[in-house]
């Protein structure tokens, strides 16, 4: 019987799960990945993992997220997660732009949904024990800090071409920015293959951080003036690490990846790059939990959601879509749980 939901596993992730399951007490670290209104899919597996799965848990988990990724995950070291999380959902579901925003309109409304999500509890979000809030964000060099648009285009333009030599030569063009909670380590402090600065999350940054996260070039506008980081114009965390390569936890503990798809993509700039994929030391112990092919295929438009979606359909389409899609992946929630707490999820993982 095909599954509406594929986990696929690093080989001592796949071991492990076929010898014990999935507990919850087996995951260190939860990433979230760029992709803008793509996370629609994974609103069903967010609510069935803030609403059950980790509703218990006792020890620190370890978020990072980068865009949609670091939204998403606000929510989860909100003091009242699932609210949080409906917030979110509703409110990029229903924001409504004009035919040719531009990109102080969008990013104008990004700001309010933030601040939306947020409200009040910005420091219990920051100090939360068990949800421990990272995000990363890039600072932009070179041409890349331009407000102007050619100059902005011609520096992205640069960093594509070199990315397909090495992505070490992203480093050239921005300095990733991780964003950790305050008065805790992070054990994504590692992360050191491309130029990495460490800032401290704040009340006065939190926002300004989480949207940093998700300004996409040219789209929106970089973020200036992040209280306690370096000066300099950020933008969306994605452009460095998109789907992530990186080694998320040591091989005691697994990496739980709820994800749009059962591949992934490093950076930004690697989508056109077939060959380029996360190493396999670094997927271990990582375990992609994803939409299948056939349930991708019976969603309107046999796909799940995208940014050409603002584009290509009207406002009513895109809500009334998205809406479906919302719904449909609460399925993906409920299968997530039968197969975890039944141990089926031993017979149907299969290899990352």
Not at 216 to 224: D, K, L, Q, S, T
Request: charged letters at 25%; aromatic letters at 10%; glycine letters at 10%.
């Amino acid at each position: 019987m095909s599954s509406i939901l594929d986990f696929r596993a690093g080989p001592v992730a796949l071991a492990r799960i076929r010898d014990e399951g999935l507990p919850q007490s087996s995951i260190e670290v939860v990433p979230g990945a760029s992709g803008g209104p793509k996370w629609f899919v994974l609103t069903g597996l967010d609510k069935a993992l803030l609403g059950e799965y980790f509703k218990d848990r006792q020890q620190p988990l370890h978020l990072l997220g980068t865009s949609a990724g670091s939204w998403r995950f606000a929510c989860y070291a909100h003091p009242d997660p699932l609210a949080a999380h409906e917030r979110f959902e509703q409110g990029y579901l229903l924001t409504e732009y004009s035919e040719s925003p531009t990109p102080e309109e969008i990013t104008t409304k990004c700001r309010h949904l933030i601040r939306e999500i947020i409200g009040s509890q910005a420091g219990s979000i920051l100090n939360n024990d068990i949800m421990r809030y990272n995000l990363i964000a890039v600072r932009s060099r070179g041409l890349g800090k331009s407000h102007r648009k050619g100059k902005l285009m011609a520096g992205m333009g640069m960093a594509a071409l070199a990315n397909v030599v090495s992505r070490k030569t992203l480093g050239l063009f921005f300095t990733r920015t991780l964003f950790y909670p305050p008065g805790r380590g992070s054990p994504f402090h590692q992360m050191n293959d491309l130029p990495t600065d460490r800032v401290e999350l704040s009340e006065a940054n939190l926002a300004d951080a989480i949207l940093a996260s998700g300004s996409i070039p040219m789209v929106m506008e970089g973020v200036e003036g992040i209280a306690g980081a370096p000066e300099g114009i950020y933008r969306d965390g994605g452009v460095t690490d998109y789907h992530f390569d990186t080694r998320f936890a040591e091989n005691d503990k697994l990496v739980l990846y709820p994800h749009f798809y059962g591949h992934r993509t490093p950076g930004w700039f690697d989508k056109g790059i077939k060959w380029r994929k996360p190493s396999a030391l670094n997927s271990e112990n990582v375990v992609v939990v994803s939409p299948s092919d056939e349930f991708v295929a019976k969603l309107p438009y046999g796909k799940i959601p995208d940014r050409n979606d603002f584009v290509n359909l009207s406002y009513k389409e895109r809500v009334r879509y998205w809406s479906v899609v919302i719904q449909e992946s609460q399925r993906l929630g409920d299968e997530f749980l039968e197969q975890v707490n039944s141990g089926r999820i031993r017979e149907t993982v299969q290899p990352l």
